[in-house]
């Protein structure tokens, strides 16, 4: 269906929200932003700031960083629908309604999204997915701190 735009999903939603509760707790103009992400070298006209606001149009992941750049927080708080309690359902693309904490974990590489895996190989499988090489190795030196006699290090 060429030319059909889709809609936005949950996690659109999620990101368009916090835009704009983001940008609104800092008093912040569209204008400012506008210029902010001038000088990051990721323009967004203010039409297209207040398009992304009404959900008229989709962020891609480079704007996601560089908004996240400019609001002065991380990619996942613009990711991570805002929740007042861990317990709190909240829906992301794909999936279907997980608590805020749930969803926590899975975004910054605790645990897996449908929650923790039956054997200690299959979350060392799954970390090992989504974390990069160096903070594996910190993880198994600190292990290997913790518990020498485990590694004959004693």
């Known amino acids: 269906m060429a030319g059909r735009k ?5 996690t659109g939603e999620a990101v368009r929200a916090n835009i704009i509760r983001i940008r609104e707790g800092q008093n912040l ?4 932003v506008t210029r902010r992400l001038t000088e990051a070298g990721r323009a ?4 297209g700031l207040r398009n992304i606001e009404r959900g008229q149009r989709k962020v891609d992941v480079d704007e996601l960083v560089a908004l996240a750049q400019v609001l002065g927080v ?3 708080t613009l990711l ?3 929740t007042e309690q861990s317990t ?13 904490a749930r969803l926590w974990e899975w975004l910054t590489a605790e645990t ?7 054997t200690s190989a299959e979350l060392w499988e799954w970390l090992m997915r989504c974390r990069p090489l160096w903070q594996i190795e910190s993880l198994l030196s600190d292990l290997r701190h913790e518990n020498p006699s485990d590694y004959g290090d004693d």
């Open 44 to 47: 967004i006209p203010e039409l």
């Open 6 to 10: 889709s809609s936005i999903g949950p």
């Open 88 to 100: 709190d359902s909240v829906h992301l693309t794909g999936s279907r309604g997980v608590t805020s």
């Open 112 to 118: 897996p999204l449908g929650g923790h895996p039956e």
């Open 29 to 32: 103009s569209y204008a400012e």
């Open 80 to 82: 991570m629908p805002y």
């Open 74 to 76: 991380a990619p996942i």
